[in-house]
């Protein structure tokens, strides 16, 4: 009989076997358990062709549970829903008190804290962890969310601080986030936070190849100089290497010959439904998922572009001559003050919940951690560690001294952009509502006075006033008529 492992993992698609292998890399011995056996013994193949790592394959999951030390550390990488359900239901069937499950997957806040309270029930305890950084990310080194038990927290500690990414000058990649499904949620606003960046990068890909004429080898370029900056991050990384692949299939590159419709899991969408729930705006992120919803209609814009085109609608509108290297700086600039507003967007949801929920989340953590081993990691976290570190409470990262004094600088820039990209005909809609959402925060009076004068005109919900206290209602309708006749 062979001596127990530390850990179990159940569900081996590539983000659990590549999990599965980086925990037992960093000398944890691992049960591993999938329903399809096949991807058992191809994680302890792998295992042993990737430097003969202790990894244990069961095919049944009496065996897997039995195999591993008590206090029992489950973690399940399975599709979120019911499958979740029914891995808990096979496995807690032979689970004892103080036993702990682990679900890896991006689930709705909600079901972790339904299951967590029936695990509960029968004595075993429960985590919700939100895992980022993809393939890669979960066999070198992931961003680790963990929310839910504490007690669990503390059985696996150990472990989740050698597995998780680890940031030279902050540490590992992974702190206690908090109770109930606060780890789902942060790992939701994450994904959020995540869409919004991608449309961001998307348009200013738009704005210097559609009206700067830049070329994938000058795009390419660009990245890889603005990656060294301010936007050095995973993302901008990535996108200029992009722009370097040729096409295996064909002639010229790859980018361009991918179809422009963008997939989605949910977690976006679950983002921004979170948002209108709570009242908070987050215009950057809700537009990186309209952009996505008008992608998928491929067909009716390829009818539609030739509609436009006989009425003399080209695709760019203004043929105008531009400077390059001015326009390359400017979009520099309006893509790192657009990120400054998608992610006090993201933080000022976290906070709401955490408010709502009584989580007691700090925000200042969160930056931490996602500066490595997660698909948003960028310098530009430091930053925001830095402004919640000055002033835990800060209303929104965009007063923030040091973010103030980066908007002002890159404003003009910022405005510039997308005043050339609405005259070229070139939409952007995550710069354009993140600097909507600048300017609408930064005015000490908006032109709401109207509307809430039109819902009392329409509907007596009543008005305040800014020069008495009160709630007042006024016959608008009496008035305007005594006026007219």
């Known amino acids: 009989m062979a001596p127990p492992t530390r850990i179990g993992l159940a569900g081996l698609a590539v983000m659990g076997q590549n999990l599965a292998l980086n925990i037992a890399e960093k000398g944890f011995p ?88 029936e695990m509960s029930q029968l004595g075993l305890l429960y985590l919700g962890m939100g895992v980022s950084g993809g393939e890669e990310g979960a066999r070198r080194g992931p961003s680790l969310m963990p929310g839910g038990s504490f007690e669990a927290y503390k059985n696996i500690e150990d472990i989740l601080l050698k597995v998780a990414a680890q940031v030279p000058d902050s540490g590992p990649c992974v702190t206690y986030i908090g109770k109930g499904g606060s780890g789902n949620f942060v790992k939701m606003v994450h994904n959020g936070i995540e869409y919004g960046d991608m449309q961001l990068i998307a348009e200013a890909y738009d704005v210097l190849k559609s009206v700067g004429k830049l070329s994938n080898e000058e795009l390419q370029s660009v990245f890889s100089e603005w990656n060294k900056g301010e936007l050095l991050s995973f993302l901008i990384e990535i996108t200029a290497d992009i722009f370097g692949i040729k096409d295996d299939k064909g002639d010229g590159y790859l980018v361009d010959k991918v179809l422009d419709k963008t997939g989605m899991k949910g977690t976006g969408k679950w983002t921004v439904q979170q948002a209108a729930d709570l009242s908070v705006a987050a215009p950057t992120i809700a537009a990186s998922l309209d952009s996505r919803f008008l992608s998928g209609l491929k067909d009716e814009r390829v009818e539609a572009a030739k509609v436009f085109k006989s009425g003399g609608f080209g695709d760019v509108l203004t043929d105008q001559t531009v400077d390059k290297s001015k326009l390359i700086d400017d979009v520099r600039q309006a893509l790192y003050a657009s990120k400054i507003c998608s992610y006090a967007q993201g933080m000022n949801l976290i906070r709401a919940k955490s408010i709502e929920k009584g989580w007691d989340l700090k925000l200042g953590e969160l930056a931490r951690i996602w500066k490595g081993g997660c698909i948003i990691r960028a310098i530009f ?56 959402y600048f300017d609408t925060y930064r005015r000490d009076r908006v032109p709401a006075n109207l509307v809430q004068a039109q819902r009392d005109y329409f509907g007596a919900h009543t008005y305040e006033r800014v020069d008495m206290e009160g709630s007042f209602h006024t016959e608008w309708f009496k008035i305007a008529k005594q006026l007219k006749d």
């Not at 925001?384 to 040091?402: C, F, G, Q, S, T």
């Open 30 to 117: 691992i049960s591993v358990y999938n329903r399809t056996t096949s991807k058992v013994d191809e994680t302890v193949e792998r295992a042993k062709q990737e430097g003969d790592l202790p990894v244990f394959g069961f095919h049944d999951p009496e065996s897997f549970v039995q195999s591993i030390q008590k206090p029992r550390v489950i973690i399940m990488l399975v599709k979120a829903g019911a499958p979740v359900d029914q891995t808990i239901k096979t496995l807690s069937a032979y689970m004892e008190k103080g036993d702990c499950i682990i679900d890896g997957g991006n689930e709705w806040y909600e079901n972790t804290e339904r299951r967590e309270k």
């Open 381 to 436: 976290l430091d930053r925001i560690k830095r402004a919640y570190d000055r002033n835990a409470n800060l209303a929104n990262l965009l007063v923030d001294p040091e973010f103030a004094k980066e908007i002002m600088d890159r404003q003009s820039a910022w405005r510039r952009v997308v005043c050339l990209a609405i005259n070229s005909g070139i939409s952007t809609p995550g710069m354009s509502s993140s600097l909507a």
